[in-house]
T-cell receptor, first 115, second 111 residues
């Protein structure tokens, strides 16, 4: 177990709705990244947060947004859901500092189905 | 051209076999190389993490990086049915935490 938890485990939404996914980072970690994994594909980087600020974004539209809280928990918000947003959403936590640590540890994911 | 290419498999081997999993990447700027294992309906689990060319060993697992060929490999010795999973390679630039994943190779180890 990595110590990274995500909620909910799975959910079903209707096209056009909004969704919020949650992640609790491993204790002591200060970065959180979100990834989208479509069926049969590798995870795709959405964005990363470090010290509560977005620190890099992948090729995802602005309707994908996030937050990182002082306790290093995080949220991923997706507005105006589309059918193609159906995927496994993963968060990964890591520790950044002067000696950069590139090890990232993933949670179990939230499976989102958009109908 | 994708930044990371990985054969999707599936790769089926008998128990005890040596497994070789491979990825190629396109940009020599990538400096960090990881292998993740993902069981069905689970999140990826970090197996190996390497920085330089050469080999890194951890138990039955050996990660190999050849930067001149832009080729990375994971070898599994004495494979077990519990090794059956999807194996994802991931690469990373030095200044970014963004992981770029291959599409994953599905491995089945037959008892």
């Amino acid at each position: 177990e990595t110590g990274v938890t995500q909620s909910p485990t799975h959910l079903i939404k209707t096209r056009g709705q909004q969704v919020t996914l949650r992640c609790s980072s491993q204790s002591g970690h200060n970065t959180v990244s979100w990834y989208q994994q479509a069926l049969g594909q590798g995870p795709q980087f959405i964005f990363q947060y470090y010290r509560e600020e977005e620190n890099g974004r992948g090729n995802f539209p602005p309707r994908f947004s996030g937050l990182q809280f002082p306790n290093y928990s995080s949220e991923l918000n997706v507005n105006a859901l589309e059918l193609d947003d159906s995927a496994l959403y993963l968060c990964a936590s890591g520790l950044a500092g002067a000696a950069v640590n590139h090890e990232q540890y993933f949670g179990p994911g939230t499976r989102l189905t958009v109908t | 051209q994708k930044e990371v290419e990985q054969d999707p498999g599936p790769l089926s081997v008998p128990e005890g076999a040596i497994v070789s999993l491979n990825c190629t990447y396109s940009n020599s700027a990538f400096q960090y190389f990881m292998w993740y294992r993902q069981y069905s309906r689970k999140g990826p689990e970090l197996l190996m993490y390497t920085y330089s060319s050469g080999n890194k060993e951890d138990g039955r697992f050996t990660a190999q990086v050849d930067k001149s060929s832009k080729y990375i490999s994971l070898f599994i010795r004495d494979s077990q049915p519990s090794d059956s999973a999807t194996y994802l390679c991931a690469i990373q630039r030095g200044s970014s935490y963004k992981l770029i994943f291959g599409s994953g190779t599905r491995l089945l180890v037959r008892p």
